[in-house]
């Protein structure tokens, strides 16, 4: 078999073991109170925010910070950055005043070591304009904060799942609990790190992972064990 042909197939080994993990969290698994179902009655196809969420936002017994950190040159190249201001303005409009949005470039305003120290670092992008290409390094991330705790999303460019992970996001920083997920590897032929990588690393997002060797006692503040592979 090509190495190439090799090296898809095991990357779309991955990503489907990803995305049966994601459903089995949203729907039955670690908190199964994070079911969002959104129906787009909007004819300019903006969301409305969950019954979750909003059950969420009058819980929160402080004042949530939560600053988009965006390039105004993005902005001006794509649509998406906008969709995520009108998700943010949402998420302000119902938590009534309990959360607060800011809308920053980080450049213009002096504040991109600010934005970095938070963990939201410059992409690189390709840019053409007048049929001339060039590369531009713009910001896309948002900053959650409560009192002296925060939560990053260092690269957002879609609104598809950004309400499940805004509001994970808010959940994980006001209540300050980080649930731990354990993962076996259960076929000698694989490797943790290697053949999931890729789902270790969202996992880790959201929950600390922590790799469980097989025939070892299993650690007791685990929330969550997968068997995989």
């Not at 670690?30 to 009655?41: E, P, Q």
């Not at 994980?172 to 731990?180: A, D, I, L, P, S």
Request: glycine residues 4%; charged residues 25%.
């Amino acid at each position: 078999m090509d190495v190439r042909v090799a090296r898809m197939h095991k990357k779309t080994k991955e990503i489907i073991v990803f995305i049966v993990i994601i459903l089995i969290f949203i729907f039955a698994g670690l908190d199964s109170t994070l079911y969002f179902s959104r129906i787009d009655l909007t004819s300019n196809k903006v969301f409305t925010i969950s019954k979750v969420s909003k059950k969420l936002f009058t819980e929160i017994p402080d004042k949530v910070h939560i600053t988009y950190f965006v390039s105004d040159k993005l902005r001006q190249l794509y649509s998406f950055p906008g969709k995520i201001e009108d998700m943010l303005n949402e998420y302000s409009a119902y938590s009534r005043g309990k959360i607060i949005v800011n809308i920053i470039d980080p450049v213009k305003s002096g504040n991109s070591k600010r934005a970095e120290q938070l963990g939201v670092y410059p992409q690189q992008i390709e840019v053409v304009e007048k049929d001339q290409r060039s590369v531009a390094m713009v910001y896309s991330g948002i900053v959650i904060q409560y009192l002296d705790r925060h939560e990053t999303l260092p690269v957002v460019s879609q609104t598809a799942t950004l309400e499940y992970e805004l509001t994970s996001k808010i959940k994980k920083v006001v209540t300050n609990e980080h649930k731990k997920i354990g993962i076996i590897v259960g076929s000698p032929q694989r490797n943790y790190n290697q053949d999931y990588g890729l789902l270790i690393n969202q996992l880790s997002q959201q929950y600390e992972v922590e790799e469980v060797q097989k025939g070892k006692t299993i650690p007791a503040d685990l929330s969550v064990l997968f068997v995989i592979g």
